[in-house]
Structures are given as C-alpha cells and as structure tokens.
Nanobody
Framework: QVQLVESGGGLVQAGGSLRLSCAAS??????MGWYRQAPGKQRELVAT???????NYADSVKGRFTISRDNAKNTVYLQMNSLKPEDTAVYYC????????????WGQGTQVTVSS
C-alpha cells in the first residue's frame, strides 16, 4: 500500500524559511514533487524531481525554493526560502509510479501560511 506522509508546514513571516518533507512507502517512484493549492485557486505545480535528480520548478518559486530527494529513504524535500504571503497554500506531496500505467499518488497536504 502506497503512503505519502508530509511534515514541515507551519506559520512563518515573510522572508522566512520552511522545509517540507514527504516520506513515501510502498513503492519506488519515477518522480516526486510538490504541488500547492491556495483558497479559491486550482492546484498548481511547485517543483518536481526525477529519480535521477532532474528538477523542474514553477517560475514563481525559481531561485527561492529547492527540491531534493533521498532515494535511499524514499523521501523528497522542499526547502523554501524568502517566503512571500502569496506562497500561502496547502502543499501536497506527489509521487508518480510508471509501470503498466502511470499512477499518481498524493499526500494529505500540509498548510503553509506566510504572514506579511
């Protein structure tokens, strides 16, 4: 059974930093990443990383956020620096498994709130 367990969200002032973690179990994943959803908005991609270490970032977080992955621990991290109020959202961990089909798995979400 696949499980994604997120941690690290919270309340921080603008300009501060937070680090999110997502520990996966139950499978090996081709790619892992983070998405976020603010109130009244659609869920959007924040950053992804492949098992080989290739990364992709949303333009809005480039230069401020860094995604990394520990394959031995099956864990993905998101270091968020220079946080802005517009980064406030529920952050969801995502894991992609490619086998016979492409299967996406989601964590339960962790709240990140940035105060001005």
């Amino acid at each position: 059974q696949v499980q994604l367990v997120e941690s690290g969200g919270g309340l921080v002032q603008a300009g501060g930093s937070l680090r999110l973690s997502c520990a996966a179990s139950g499978s090996i994943f081709s790619a892992m990443g983070w998405y976020r959803q603010a109130p009244g908005k659609q869920r959007e991609l924040v950053a992804t990383i492949t098992r080989g270490g290739s990364t992709n970032y949303a333009d809005s977080v480039k230069g401020r956020f860094t995604i990394s992955r520990d394959n031995a621990k099956n864990t993905v991290y998101l270091q968020m620096n220079s946080l802005k109020p517009e980064d406030t959202a529920v952050y969801y961990c995502n894991a992609l498994r490619i086998g016979v089909a492409r299967e996406n798995y989601w964590g339960q979400g962790t709240q990140v709130t940035v105060s001005s």
